[in-house]
């Protein structure tokens, strides 16, 4: 018998979900456990880089002080594009583990807010069911 449960692995985009207006009201957030990509502009609306020292500052030396201080995990020099730590779990920094909710929604970065227009299957995205917490019947 097939189990109902559908298995997704964000890694595996032909086990994505063709979205539809809606669908994140249910969501666990799994497309928040993907690596988030930044640019300077995102970073500055975030309020982890200063408008000041993002016009004064070369990126390179931004990403120095971001990574010593754990907020960003790798730089593209090439491309200028920064990528967010995430949790030890591998959740977003920005995803509260208990709602499964965006804490910086309005500032989130344009990749976020893009999403699943664009990414590794436009139109789809990783979709999962919240599971609900058991009855303390």
Same mark, same amino acid.
């Given at each position: 018998m097939r189990s109902s449960i559908h298995i997704v692995d964000v890694d595996r985009t032909e086990t994505w979900t063709r979205y539809r207006k809606g669908l994140c009201d249910s969501c666990a957030a799994n497309c928040c456990t993907m690596p988030v990509e930044a640019r300077l502009a995102d970073l500055v609306r975030l309020g982890l880089v200063d408008a000041f020292e993002a016009e004064h500052e070369a990126p390179k030396h931004i990403a120095k002080r971001l990574a010593k201080a754990g907020v @960003?995990? #790798? +730089?593209? +020099?090439? #491309?200028? @594009?920064f990528q967010l730590a995430r949790r030890a !779990? !591998?959740?977003c920094q920005f995803l509260d583990a208990q709602s499964r909710r965006c804490t910086v929604y309005e500032r989130r970065p344009d990749i976020c807010r893009k999403h699943p227009q664009v990414g590794p299957r436009p139109g789809h995205?990783?979709?999962g069911?919240?599971?609900e917490p058991a009855s303390r019947d």
């Open positions: @960003i995990e #790798h +730089f593209s +020099f090439k #491309h200028e @594009i !779990g !591998g959740d995205c990783p979709y069911a919240r599971r």
